[in-house]
């Protein structure tokens, strides 16, 4: 009686394996054509990374080839500039100039282009060059300061303003004005220096010695307080011309007003600006730097 079911069992027990082998075999064939899709798939791909990488690299290429190219027509242009006789006596030709130095580092910030030798041949002229700028931009601007000059110190600001360093030559000229002011303030009540300058001690024939008479010290008091009021008086002044020169003049190409680039901050390293954005304007700093120091000394 069990016979037949264990001849039944052993039938589809070989059905089965007939089964399993044809899937097998199936899935086998289904690998081989897995394999070839993949290979025919991965060589166009690998083919086609390869070639994006060229690509990038030549763009690449190409990109530092411009900035190279850009940077020493640049140069040669500044080299020209600066070879020009009247130079000095010329604040369109000194703007053009920082034009052109300030347009230079600008390529050199935007592309790296170390370890190229064209260009690293010119790094002492660049420095040498804006430095030579600086120097004549400083010279115009103290003229037209003591001169009380809007046309030169305008021009002046232009140079700074070219070179990027125009919260730095206002600074720098505040600094100078309120210094020279808190000198003639220290000065006139400085006693060592009023009794020096008054004769000292009047020596004697027998090495006795008579002290200076107190109307010759405030004369002398009053003589320096006029000094350091004059001085206030003039480094005020500086601050409300340069101020005045800043409230009119504006950048020929961008249109932006000097005062309102002022405004903005000194920028720094990080990207922010000095004060938070917050304006210093130069009176208001003159001034801040003048009642602190008369409140130091007196």
Do not use: C
């Not at 083919?47 to 994006?52: E, G, I, K, N, S």
């Not at 020209?80 to 034009?99: F, G, I, N, Q, V």
């Not at 002046?156 to 505040?174: K, R, T």
């Not at 001690?201 to 010695?209: H, K, P």
């Amino acid at each position: 009686a069990r016979q037949e079911e264990l001849v039944g069992q052993a039938a589809r027990l070989a059905q089965a394996e007939a089964t399993f082998a044809t899937s097998a075999l199936a899935v086998t064939s289904l690998q081989a054509a897995l394999r070839r899709v993949r290979a025919e798939i991965m060589d166009p791909y690998q083919q086609v990374q390869m070639r994006t990488r060229q690509l990038a690299a030549l763009h690449g290429t190409v990109l530092l080839l411009r900035a190279a190219l850009q940077r020493l027509k640049l140069a040669a242009k500044l080299r020209t500039a600066l070879a020009e006789p009247a130079l000095a006596s010329s604040p369109l030709d000194l703007a053009k100039a920082a034009r052109l130095v300030a347009d230079v580092e600008a390529v050199e910030g935007e592309t790296n282009l170390r370890g190229l030798d064209a260009i690293e041949s010119d790094g002492d002229f660049l420095k040498t060059a804006r430095q030579q700028i600086l120097g004549h931009a400083e010279e115009l601007l103290r003229k037209g300061m003591e001169a009380l000059s809007q046309a030169e110190v305008a021009s002046a600001l232009q140079i700074f303003f070219n070179l990027g360093d125009l919260h730095g030559a206002v600074a720098g000229l505040i600094e100078r004005q309120a210094a020279d002011a808190e000198a003639a303030l220290a000065a006139a009540v400085d006693a060592r220096k009023l009794h020096s300058a008054a004769g000292g001690l009047l020596s004697g024939a027998a090495g006795r010695s008579a002290a200076v008479p107190a109307a010759k010290r405030q004369e002398l008091l009053w003589e320096k307080i006029g000094e350091a009021l004059a001085a206030m008086s003039t480094a005020a002044m500086a601050a409300w011309h340069l101020q005045r020169v800043l409230a009119k003049k504006r950048d020929p190409l961008t249109h932006v007003l000097f005062l309102d680039e002022l405004a903005k901050g000194a920028p720094m390293a990080d990207g922010t600006t000095a004060n938070g954005g917050a304006a210093v304007l130069p009176i208001d700093s003159m001034w801040e730097r003048l009642a602190q120091s008369a409140g130091e000394v007196l």
